[in-house]
Every structure is written in structure tokens, then in C-alpha cells.
Nanobody, 124 residues
């Protein structure tokens, strides 16, 4: 079994930064592709960023490209999402996801494991 725990969310002003963390426990010897998704009230969960197991490849949604950076530290079994130049439209619950498939996974239905989410609220 794999457990994912997100942290780092909060209430910030537009233009500032936050860094989210996702700690992976359980089968940490497995090679997981990781992703970040978000869900705003009344909207479907959407892709934000993905990273492959080694960290050599990343993918981003157009809405966050150039502002957000996904990274991972496999020695710490942790994935990060650095969010800069935050906008009110970035307000959402942010979820971390993991799956044993190789490569970059950008769709919600490809991930087997999910965290509980962390709230990010950006005020104007």
C-alpha cells in the first residue's frame, strides 16, 4: 500500500509563492511516476504537472507553465511543486498522485494512488 500526504498549502496574496510537498510512504522502493492535480469548487479535477521516476522529464499544464516547477527527491521519497507568481485562479485543492507506470502521466485516471489534498487560496 502507498500513502501520499500533501503539505504546504495556505492563504497567500497574488504574486507570491508557495511550495507544496508530497511525502510518499509504503512501497517507497517502487518507481513511481508522480503528478500534481487541482480541483476548484464546482470544477473537475485538472492536471497541473507531472514528473517521471528519475526526474529527467516533466510536463505542465499551459496555465502554469513558466510559473510552477515540479521536482522530486527520491532519497526523501518526496515530490515538490514550487508555485511562483500565484494568481487568484490558482485557488484550488491540490492533490498529489502516484502510479507505478513509467513515463509522464497527465490524466487522472492513470494514477492509482492519491493524497487527501491541500488547500491553496490566492487572494487578489
Amino acid at each position: 500500500q502507498v500513502q501520499l500526504v500533501e503539505s504546504g498549502g495556505g492563504l497567500v496574496q497574488a504574486g507570491t509563492s508557495l511550495r507544496l510537498s508530497c511525502a510518499v510512504s509504503g512501497r517507497t522502493d517502487s518507481r513511481f511516476a508522480m503528478g500534481w492535480f487541482r480541483q476548484a469548487p464546482g470544477k473537475e479535477r485538472e492536471f497541473v504537472a507531472a514528473i517521471n521516476w528519475s526526474g529527467s522529464s516533466t510536463s505542465y499544464a499551459d496555465s502554469v507553465k513558466g510559473r510552477f516547477t515540479i521536482s522530486r527527491d527520491n532519497a526523501k521519497s518526496t515530490v515538490y511543486l514550487q508555485m511562483n507568481s500565484l494568481k487568484p485562479e490558482d485557488t484550488a485543492v491540490y492533490y498529489c498522485a502516484a502510479d507505478g507506470r513509467p513515463g509522464l502521466l497527465t490524466m487522472t485516471n492513470l494514477y492509482a494512488y492519491w493524497g487527501q489534498g491541500t488547500q491553496v487560496t490566492v487572494s487578489s
